[in-house]
């Protein structure tokens, strides 16, 4: 019972309705899965298999694989909703990858790692001195019960983009407070606009918005200490307001179209690209999509506006990790590789070409980087002020099991359809969590 990929979101053909028995970004594959990449037939071979089959990504992918020289790299690019679905099976007969791409955090890595067919990487770290080189924040999300078990890769926060071109337009003002996001929402709904693009049928967004809201209420580091350290209550106050404010009073406002839990996430974010909708609740990862497809646009990153003066926090996290499978022939290589992908060289090819930022230090001054680019890392190196204060945690993330995932993405939808109280919710969610955790 996994999560999928935030990316398959981006990808076309959304997320089925079962996703929610449970199996992080794009919709519809642009590329063939198994892309051989990599030159010298004579080396030793090393499959790997990732998520990167839509443009920009996939073609920076296929340049960074390229520059490791240990092996003749068998690439198979497949959406994270495949992964998931044969991952678990193929690693276990001995027939998958040397490496996968796979999801953080204890309901989806952690299947896998529970399951004996993951390789610990502790040692390989200090071989490497990978934990002086990523963020500690990175590390955090990629390790399991004290464990590092992935290179953690792509760090993204959860942000509402919003197009500044077409509220100005409107002769509307971007809103700084949560006030005033309800003011807007109904002056934009009366212009003929979808407020905030956003759909709650597929299993990843509601996670998003709660994200969100709890970081603004309750505090980021609080939330840090209860999604990994299991310190503190889903059942408190603070979150019984975070769910009352955005899944009854926005959806109340008018934030969204009627049928919001009828809406995937796919659609919303179309209702974004085509100029129909002024904001988007998404991620950085949708940055590359964004620039694409809207030319000429002036678009802005912005995190949930402020409740009675708190901070705005931008939940992060790590969108997945490169793992090694407990029974790869080819360890040693395989843990050279991760180590190639964070050189300098293949860095800037990560930012640069793939849009995507790798948890470590890097100075961007030789870097080619477009405006939206540079909003996307302003948020990602400090939330736009300091990090401790405006960079929160994903609730899908540390401890989080599938049964506390089913219990946020089927709650928060019966919240929106009046049938269950933001104070029951809140209620359930810590009921889930606590047999999550004995489980």
């Given at each position: 019972m996994n999560t999928p990929s935030r990316r398959d979101l981006f990808r076309g053909g959304g997320l089925a309705a079962a996703a929610l028995t449970l199996s992080a970004c794009g919709w519809g594959r642009t590329e063939p899965s198994g892309t051989g990449t990599g030159t010298g037939a004579a080396r030793p071979g090393l499959k790997v298999w990732d998520q990167f089959t839509t443009s920009p990504q996939n073609e920076a992918v296929k340049k960074i694989y390229d520059?490791?020289?240990?092996a003749a790299i068998a690439r198979s690019a497949q959406t994270g909703d495949q992964l998931t679905t044969v991952g678990k099976t193929a690693l276990a007969s001995g027939t998958g990858p040397d490496v996968i791409y796979y999801q953080v955090g204890?309901?989806?890595?952690?299947?896998?790692?529970?399951?004996?067919?993951?390789?610990p990487l502790d040692d390989v770290a200090a071989k490497y001195g990978w934990l002086d080189r990523l963020t500690p924040f990175a590390i955090r999300?990629?390790?399991?019960?004290?464990?590092?078990?992935?290179?953690?890769?792509?760090?993204?926060?959860?942000?509402?983009?919003?197009?500044?071109?077409?509220?100005?337009?409107?002769?509307?003002?971007?809103?700084?407070?949560f006030d005033e996001l309800l003011t807007f929402v109904a002056a934009a709904t009366k212009k003929g606009y979808t407020p905030i693009a956003y759909g709650q049928s597929d299993v990843y967004p509601s996670w998003?918005?709660?994200?969100?809201?709890?970081?603004?209420?309750?505090?980021?580091?609080?939330?840090?200490?209860?999604?990994?350290?299991?310190?503190g209550s889903w059942n408190t106050p603070q979150l019984v307001e975070a769910i009352q404010l955005f899944f009854v009073d926005l959806v109340k406002a008018g934030g969204f179209i009627k049928d919001l839990n009828s809406l995937g996430g796919p659609d919303a974010q179309s209702l974004f690209l085509a100029g129909k909708a002024l904001m988007n609740l998404n991620g950085t990862w949708a940055v590359g999509t964004i620039e694409k497809d809207m030319p000429g646009q002036e678009i802005g990153i912005m995190a949930m506006p402020s409740v009675n003066g708190g901070p705005?926090?931008?939940?992060?996290?790590?969108?997945?990790?490169?793992?090694?499978?407990?029974?790869?022939?080819?360890?040693?290589?395989?843990?050279?590789?991760?180590?190639?992908?964070y050189q300098p060289e293949a860095v800037k090819l990560w930012v640069q070409e793939g849009k995507i930022f790798p948890p470590v230090p890097f100075e961007s001054g030789g870097f080619t980087l477009t405006p939206l680019q540079?909003?996307?890392?302003?948020?990602?190196?400090?939330?736009?002020?300091?990090?401790?204060?405006?960079?929160?945690?994903?609730?899908?993330?540390?401890?989080?099991?599938?049964?506390?995932?089913?219990?946020?993405?089927s709650g928060?939808?019966?919240?929106?359809?009046?049938?269950?109280?933001?104070?029951?919710?809140?209620?359930?969610?810590?009921?889930?969590?606590?047999?999550?955790?004995?489980?």
């Open positions: 520059r490791f020289q240990g204890a309901g989806n890595a952690g299947v896998l790692a529970d399951a004996g067919l993951l390789r999300e990629a390790s399991l019960d004290g464990k590092l078990y992935g290179l953690p890769n792509e760090s993204e926060n959860t942000v509402l983009f919003y197009n500044k071109t077409l509220i100005e337009k409107a002769g509307l003002t971007v809103p700084e407070t998003w918005a709660f994200s969100m809201m709890a970081g603004n209420l309750a505090g980021a580091q609080p939330m840090g200490d209860l999604i990994f350290d299991n310190k705005r926090v931008y939940p992060g996290g790590i969108g997945s990790a490169y793992y090694i499978s407990a029974k790869s022939a080819n360890a040693d290589l395989a843990a050279e590789f991760l180590d190639s992908l540079e909003l996307a890392m302003g948020v990602a190196q400090n939330g736009g002020g300091d990090a401790r204060a405006n960079i929160g945690y994903a609730v899908n993330h540390g401890l989080a099991s599938p049964g506390f995932l089913k219990a946020m993405t928060f939808q019966a919240v929106v359809a009046g049938d269950k109280t933001p104070a029951k919710q809140a209620e359930e969610l810590q009921k889930a969590w606590e047999a999550g955790l004995t489980s």
